[in-house]
Protein backbone atom coordinates (compact mmCIF):
# COMPACT_ATOMS: atom_id res chain seq x y z
CA UNK A 1 0.00 0.00 0.00
CA UNK A 2 1.44 3.76 -1.10
CA UNK A 3 2.12 5.43 1.80
CA UNK A 4 3.43 9.01 3.00
CA UNK A 5 4.49 9.83 6.21
CA UNK A 6 4.64 13.79 7.61
CA UNK A 7 6.28 14.82 10.60
CA UNK A 8 6.34 16.16 12.95
CA UNK A 9 2.51 16.51 12.89
CA UNK A 10 2.36 19.73 14.26
CA UNK A 11 4.92 22.45 15.53
CA UNK A 12 4.81 25.50 17.15
CA UNK A 13 7.82 28.31 16.45
CA UNK A 14 8.82 31.72 17.14
CA UNK A 15 8.58 34.15 14.40
CA UNK A 16 12.40 34.59 13.46
CA UNK A 17 13.00 30.63 13.16
CA UNK A 18 13.83 28.58 10.79
CA UNK A 19 11.39 24.86 10.54
CA UNK A 20 11.93 22.01 8.62
CA UNK A 21 9.26 20.10 8.34
CA UNK A 22 9.49 16.35 6.75
CA UNK A 23 8.16 13.76 4.42
CA UNK A 24 9.03 10.35 3.49
CA UNK A 25 6.94 7.96 1.65
CA UNK A 26 7.08 4.79 -0.10
CA UNK A 27 4.55 4.27 -3.06
CA UNK A 28 5.28 2.61 -6.47
CA UNK A 29 5.73 4.23 -9.58
CA UNK A 30 6.51 7.28 -8.07
CA UNK A 31 6.16 10.23 -10.26
CA UNK A 32 6.79 13.47 -8.17
CA UNK A 33 6.54 14.98 -5.37
CA UNK A 34 3.78 17.63 -4.04
CA UNK A 35 3.98 20.47 -1.06
CA UNK A 36 0.93 22.91 -0.63
CA UNK A 37 0.12 24.99 1.93
CA UNK A 38 -3.32 24.61 3.16
CA UNK A 39 -5.03 27.95 5.10
CA UNK A 40 -8.34 27.65 5.70
CA UNK A 41 -10.44 26.27 2.73
CA UNK A 42 -8.40 25.25 0.06
CA UNK A 43 -4.04 24.34 -0.56
CA UNK A 44 -2.07 26.80 -2.45
CA UNK A 45 0.17 24.99 -4.04
CA UNK A 46 4.00 25.22 -3.49
CA UNK A 47 6.53 22.71 -5.10
CA UNK A 48 6.59 20.17 -7.30
CA UNK A 49 9.76 18.24 -7.30
CA UNK A 50 10.32 15.13 -9.47
CA UNK A 51 14.19 15.24 -9.53
CA UNK A 52 16.88 14.22 -6.83
CA UNK A 53 18.91 17.13 -5.23
CA UNK A 54 17.50 19.57 -6.99
CA UNK A 55 16.66 22.87 -4.37
CA UNK A 56 13.65 24.73 -5.65
CA UNK A 57 12.98 27.59 -4.07
CA UNK A 58 10.32 30.34 -3.37
CA UNK A 59 11.22 33.26 -1.15
CA UNK A 60 11.75 32.06 2.06
CA UNK A 61 10.67 28.79 1.30
CA UNK A 62 12.54 25.90 -0.18
CA UNK A 63 12.74 22.13 -0.57
CA UNK A 64 14.64 18.96 -1.87
CA UNK A 65 13.67 15.32 -2.88
CA UNK A 66 16.15 12.54 -2.20
CA UNK A 67 14.71 9.97 -4.27
CA UNK A 68 17.60 7.02 -3.01
CA UNK A 69 16.36 7.60 0.81
CA UNK A 70 12.56 8.59 -0.51
CA UNK A 71 11.88 11.92 1.40
CA UNK A 72 11.89 15.16 0.55
CA UNK A 73 11.88 18.38 3.29
CA UNK A 74 10.55 21.66 3.16
CA UNK A 75 12.65 24.63 5.01
CA UNK A 76 11.60 27.61 5.85
CA UNK A 77 14.01 30.50 7.16
CA UNK A 78 12.87 33.50 8.98
CA UNK A 79 9.59 32.61 9.75
CA UNK A 80 6.20 34.66 9.68
CA UNK A 81 3.23 34.67 11.61
CA UNK A 82 1.83 34.70 7.77
CA UNK A 83 3.42 30.85 7.62
CA UNK A 84 0.89 29.39 10.33
CA UNK A 85 -0.74 26.52 8.23
CA UNK A 86 -1.01 22.83 7.80
CA UNK A 87 1.93 22.32 4.87
CA UNK A 88 0.42 19.27 3.00
CA UNK A 89 3.25 16.58 1.11
CA UNK A 90 1.24 14.51 -1.81
CA UNK A 91 3.31 11.73 -3.85
CA UNK A 92 2.16 11.40 -7.45
CA UNK A 93 1.94 7.96 -8.61
CA UNK A 94 2.10 6.83 -12.27
CA UNK A 95 -0.82 4.76 -12.95
CA UNK A 96 -0.41 4.06 -16.52
CA UNK A 97 -1.42 5.07 -19.85
CA UNK A 98 -0.71 9.09 -18.71
CA UNK A 99 -3.06 9.05 -15.54
CA UNK A 100 -2.16 9.13 -12.14
CA UNK A 101 -2.73 9.64 -8.31
CA UNK A 102 -2.16 11.20 -5.62
CA UNK A 103 -1.35 9.99 -2.29
CA UNK A 104 -1.16 12.66 0.33
CA UNK A 105 0.02 12.61 3.88
CA UNK A 106 -1.46 14.20 7.18
CA UNK A 107 0.14 17.41 7.32
CA UNK A 108 2.25 19.34 9.54
CA UNK A 109 0.23 22.16 11.46
CA UNK A 110 2.75 25.20 11.86
CA UNK A 111 1.96 28.22 14.18
CA UNK A 112 4.12 30.55 14.54
CA UNK A 113 3.79 32.71 17.17
CA UNK A 114 5.23 36.95 17.49
CA UNK B 1 -9.16 1.15 6.46
CA UNK B 2 -9.07 4.12 3.81
CA UNK B 3 -9.84 7.38 5.52
CA UNK B 4 -11.28 9.17 2.06
CA UNK B 5 -12.28 6.58 -0.60
CA UNK B 6 -13.80 7.83 -3.96
CA UNK B 7 -14.53 5.91 -6.93
CA UNK B 8 -14.12 5.61 -9.74
CA UNK B 9 -9.87 6.23 -9.76
CA UNK B 10 -10.33 6.74 -13.44
CA UNK B 11 -12.79 7.60 -15.62
CA UNK B 12 -13.20 7.71 -19.70
CA UNK B 13 -16.22 9.00 -21.68
CA UNK B 14 -17.48 10.66 -24.38
CA UNK B 15 -18.37 14.51 -24.21
CA UNK B 16 -22.04 15.13 -23.64
CA UNK B 17 -22.67 12.03 -21.16
CA UNK B 18 -23.10 11.93 -17.55
CA UNK B 19 -21.66 10.63 -14.75
CA UNK B 20 -20.87 10.49 -11.35
CA UNK B 21 -17.82 10.24 -9.25
CA UNK B 22 -18.71 8.90 -5.52
CA UNK B 23 -16.49 9.92 -2.08
CA UNK B 24 -16.93 8.72 1.40
CA UNK B 25 -14.81 9.13 4.48
CA UNK B 26 -15.14 6.79 7.57
CA UNK B 27 -13.83 9.95 9.82
CA UNK B 28 -16.33 11.20 11.08
CA UNK B 29 -15.82 14.72 9.83
CA UNK B 30 -18.44 16.70 9.47
CA UNK B 31 -16.84 19.21 6.34
CA UNK B 32 -16.66 17.37 2.60
CA UNK B 33 -15.07 18.84 -0.43
CA UNK B 34 -14.54 18.24 -4.57
CA UNK B 35 -11.07 20.28 -5.90
CA UNK B 36 -10.51 20.03 -9.31
CA UNK B 37 -6.66 19.89 -9.80
CA UNK B 38 -5.59 21.63 -12.71
CA UNK B 39 -2.76 20.90 -14.92
CA UNK B 40 -0.45 23.46 -13.11
CA UNK B 41 -1.16 21.18 -10.17
CA UNK B 42 -3.10 23.63 -8.33
CA UNK B 43 -5.95 22.79 -6.56
CA UNK B 44 -9.55 24.63 -7.33
CA UNK B 45 -12.05 23.93 -4.92
CA UNK B 46 -15.58 23.38 -6.46
CA UNK B 47 -17.84 22.38 -3.34
CA UNK B 48 -18.20 22.00 0.32
CA UNK B 49 -20.82 20.41 2.30
CA UNK B 50 -21.12 20.45 6.53
CA UNK B 51 -23.56 17.87 7.99
CA UNK B 52 -25.57 17.25 4.65
CA UNK B 53 -25.20 21.59 4.04
CA UNK B 54 -23.72 23.46 1.12
CA UNK B 55 -21.83 25.92 2.54
CA UNK B 56 -18.60 26.37 -0.23
CA UNK B 57 -20.29 26.61 -4.46
CA UNK B 58 -17.25 28.63 -6.00
CA UNK B 59 -17.57 29.40 -9.85
CA UNK B 60 -18.80 26.23 -10.94
CA UNK B 61 -20.98 25.03 -14.24
CA UNK B 62 -24.24 24.31 -13.34
CA UNK B 63 -23.76 21.11 -15.44
CA UNK B 64 -21.40 20.19 -11.52
CA UNK B 65 -24.13 19.04 -8.98
CA UNK B 66 -23.09 18.16 -5.60
CA UNK B 67 -25.46 15.77 -3.91
CA UNK B 68 -24.97 14.42 0.11
CA UNK B 69 -27.01 11.89 1.30
CA UNK B 70 -25.62 11.88 4.83
CA UNK B 71 -22.43 13.76 6.00
CA UNK B 72 -20.18 10.89 5.23
CA UNK B 73 -21.19 10.66 1.27
CA UNK B 74 -20.64 13.43 -0.80
CA UNK B 75 -21.13 12.65 -4.70
CA UNK B 76 -20.45 14.82 -7.80
CA UNK B 77 -22.64 14.52 -10.73
CA UNK B 78 -21.53 16.03 -13.99
CA UNK B 79 -24.40 16.42 -16.77
CA UNK B 80 -23.70 17.16 -20.40
CA UNK B 81 -19.57 16.52 -20.34
CA UNK B 82 -17.02 18.76 -21.94
CA UNK B 83 -13.60 18.08 -23.36
CA UNK B 84 -12.44 21.17 -20.64
CA UNK B 85 -13.73 19.13 -17.79
CA UNK B 86 -11.40 16.37 -18.10
CA UNK B 87 -9.09 16.60 -14.72
CA UNK B 88 -8.27 15.04 -11.52
CA UNK B 89 -10.85 15.45 -9.03
CA UNK B 90 -10.02 14.92 -5.40
CA UNK B 91 -12.98 14.25 -2.53
CA UNK B 92 -11.19 15.41 0.90
CA UNK B 93 -12.99 16.18 4.16
CA UNK B 94 -11.95 17.89 7.17
CA UNK B 95 -13.76 17.91 10.96
CA UNK B 96 -14.63 21.53 10.67
CA UNK B 97 -14.14 24.22 8.15
CA UNK B 98 -11.17 25.30 7.82
CA UNK B 99 -9.11 22.50 9.52
CA UNK B 100 -6.74 19.90 8.18
CA UNK B 101 -7.96 18.04 5.29
CA UNK B 102 -7.97 14.83 4.15
CA UNK B 103 -7.65 13.86 0.69
CA UNK B 104 -9.28 10.75 -1.33
CA UNK B 105 -6.75 9.60 -3.98
CA UNK B 106 -8.40 11.19 -6.79
CA UNK B 107 -10.20 10.77 -9.66
CA UNK B 108 -8.94 11.16 -13.23
CA UNK B 109 -11.68 12.09 -15.71
CA UNK B 110 -11.13 11.90 -19.20
CA UNK B 111 -13.57 13.28 -21.70
CA UNK B 112 -12.78 12.18 -25.28
Known amino acids: EDKVVQSPLSLVVHEGDTVTLNCSYEVTNFRSLLWYKQEKKAPTFLFML????IEKKSGRLSSILDKKELFSILNITATQTGDSAVYLC??????????????FGKGTKLSVIP | DTAVSQTPKYLVTQMGNDKSIKCEQNLGHDTMYWYKQDSKKFLKIMFS???????INETVPNRFSPKSPDKAHLNLHINSLELGDSAVYFC???????????FGSGTQLSVL
Open chain 1, 50 to 53: TSSG
Open chain 2, 92 to 102: ASSQYLGEKLF
Open chain 2, 49 to 55: YNNKELI
Open chain 1, 90 to 103: AVEIDSGAGSYQLT
